[in-house]
Structures are given as C-alpha cells and as structure tokens.
C-alpha cells in the first residue's frame, strides 16, 4: 500500500533480523505466535521502511561482491551496478597476467570500503589506499577494512579525490557522485533522503568529480596502469569527451546486468 517495491522480500527480511531468525528458521517457525516484544520489535523496524529507509541501512549491512560490508549513514548504499567496476579491473589484470603481482590499487571517494575491500579480497598481493573527503565515511571503510583482516594491506586518507596521495599506483577505480545538482530531488526517497548529499551531487552537469579525475589521472597512473569510473546512465560520452582530452585512451565502456554503459576505463599510452 505504500508503493514499496519487494514489500514482502522486505518483510520477510525484517521480520527475520528482528527475530535473529535466518530464512529456513523463519519459515520452521512461521506458525509461532509471536510474543509482544517480538511484534514490537518487527513493527519498529516496518514503521522505518514505511519511510522510505533502505533495508540495509536498517539492518546496517550491504552485500557486495558476496562481502557483507557493514553501512553507515555516513556512505553511499554499494549498489549491484558498482560491481561493475570490479569486474573491469579483474578483467584487465586477468588478462594481463597480473592477478599475483603486488599491485598498487588507488580508490578514489571509497565510502564504505566497497570497491578497495573487493579488489584486496580477490588480489592477494595487491595493496591499496582509500580516499574521502568525508572522515565519518572513512571510519566506516575502516570498519570494512579491519572485519575482513585487509588493516596491513591498506591505508585510508582524508582528501579530495588524490590530493593527498603520493606516488603511482596500477589501479585507479571510482564511483565518483555523478548525479546533476537539479535532479537530486527527482531521485527515490530511498536514495534522495537516506544516502549523504556529498555521496550524490556530482555538480550542476554531474561532472564535476571526472573533471578532477581525469586532472590528477596522468599523475596518478602508473605505467601501464588502468583507471575505471563508474557513470550514471547517459553519461559516457561526455566522461569519455573529459578523459581524452586529458590524454587517456578510453576503452568501450562496460555495461551494468541492466545493459546500460556504466563503467569507462583508460589509460596512458606512451
């Protein structure tokens, strides 16, 4: 009745963490009487989801790339799109033979942890750092960083996308905000009023954080080093426009499952 979609996956879901009842046992038990507290406990949670709060801010965990990654008010909501981005830069160090070398990995405006945490788990030799502006987000790839024992491979920095980086590194990733000042108020109130503004406001074009990107990439690209951003959907020429004239060469762009060009990545070229 309020509009929400998946309302009983949703459901289901909250009922089981309110009850501390995986799915199997939720279903053995579905024809328990609850107690008061238990029903009391159940109809907080509904009374959130009714406004629109995301069941993962709710349950204060996000899956990604099959890590449960711990969410705070302070980060994005990972969404499946972004996997997207890991699944370029596995590629392009799979098929350059890179997978056990020591890669340097560099993920700009790291939120949560996501894209740095996914790529460490997949590249044990690799090391990585992560950069926000946002030092509440940063506490918050701590957290992730530290729960999957990535604390000695890792180190997060405060900053402007790399200001306050040193050195190359052989991968660059991002999911930079990149929706366009004017059309934040259009978006779901899943997303408009729950995830952080700073997250989101990609300037009055949602271009402004490529911009940035593209400005620091020579600096920043080792060698034979790959960069891969993530884009809002329609986006990919003007990124693309951005990218080579900063003198990168811009691969095809990666779709999303939903078929929609998400992912750019470039480099230099000698």
Known sequence: AAGIEDADADARVLAGHALH???????????R??????????SGLAARRLKREPVSRILGRKEFWSLALAITSDVLVPR????????????FVVRNGLRMEKLRIL?????????????????????????DISR??????????????????????????????????????SNPP?????????????????????ALDGGDDGLTAYRSISADAKRILAQGGRLFVEMGA?????VRELFTNAGLEVGIARNDLAGTPRVLGASFVP
């Open 178 to 198: 990149y929706i366009a000042r004017g059309q934040i108020a259009s978006l779901a109130p899943e997303v408009r009023d729950y995830d952080p503004m700073m």
């Open 234 to 238: 329609g986006q990919e020429p003007a």
């Open 33 to 42: 009487v609850l107690e008061a507290r238990e029903v009391s406990a159940i």
């Open 80 to 91: 499946p799109e972004t996997e997207t981005v890991v699944e370029g830069a596995l590629d």
């Open 107 to 131: 993920d700009i405006g790291t939120g949560s942890g996501a894209l740095l945490v996914a790529l460490l788990n997949e590249l044990p030799n690799a090391t990585g750092i992560g950069t």
């Open 21 to 31: 009842l995986d799915r199997a046992r939720l279903i053995s038990q579905s024809d």
């Open 136 to 173: 509440a987000a940063l506490e918050a790839a701590q957290i992730n960083v530290a729960q999957f024992g990535f604390e000695s491979r890792s180190s997060l920095i405060a900053c402007d996308v790399a200001a306050g980086v040193q050195g190359q590194f052989d991968l660059v990733v």
